[in-house]
């Protein structure tokens, strides 16, 4: 008899059991996002990286104040060196092969074979206190970019827009520190820094014209600036600070800080996303001028962030 009801308690616990496990087993198997993990990458070290743009397989990025554009691919671990002769803010994919940067002396074509040839320069007048920085082309097939004051002089600088025809126009200003910028996945929207005022500006973009100016993200929370800034497929912006190792992710609807990531540089200044399906984010860095650590200037990647990018845009003229 206590046999029988032995047996017979163990046959009533064992689905007892089994179901506990299997709930258990449920609940393990849900996928959970991966870690985040951040590396340097690559062998080349930056004076000042800054730019980074994804373009087939590879990673585009400017060192400033070496003088560079460095194209770099993470599979193979090439790194293409262009030498420019100038400061260099900024470069962009050109749809007919090359590209198109833009430093101390405007707009220039840089071809695959390193060869420079000028286009345009609006601010002539304004040397050597002022050079271009950050910029990007829109879906549409322009570059935009724009001025800083390297002598910090308020108003001093502009955003400007290169047209197919290879003709520049104002679009913005006055500005001090023209930096990151950026489209929306449907191209209707156009995200914009101009570093010392500590916010993201939002415009309605069509056919090269910013209209509906507004404020969508405050980053008067942190003593560090602004700087260069990507877009993820779910429409928020992710912000790289200079000064301040880190770079954040931001909601442009409710302005909401939704994510912080510490980078082992204080001068974090851009980002972009890359790599397979675009999952990888990449971080330029510089050399701080006085303190010193390991891996400043070095190009970093951000993997396990759960998001992806969007492609980027190529210059149509």
Known sequence: MSRALGTKRASEKGPRHDRTR????L?????YPPPVTIEPIGSYRAKWGEGPLWWGDSLLYVDIENHRVIRFNPATGEE???EVGERVGTVVPREAGGFVIAGDNGFIFLDEDGKLHKIADPEPDKKPDNRFNDGKCSPDGRFFAGTISLVKKTGDARLYRLDCDLSVHEVFGPVTNSNGIIWSADGRTVYYIDTPRKEVLAF???AGHLTNLRSVVSTAHYEWSPDGM???NEGKLWVAFCHGACVARFCPESGEELQ?????CLE????????PELADLYVTTGVHKSVVEEDAGRLFVIRGVGVRGIPAHAFAG
């Open 204 to 206: 309605d973009y069509e």
């Open 230 to 232: 990507t877009i993820d």
């Open 27 to 31: 609940a393990n198997s849900r996928p």
């Open 260 to 264: 912080k990531i510490d980078l082992p």
């Open 22 to 25: 299997l709930s258990l087993s």
């Open 268 to 275: 974090t200044t851009a980002c972009a996303f890359g790599g």
């Open 80 to 82: 293409r060196i262009y």
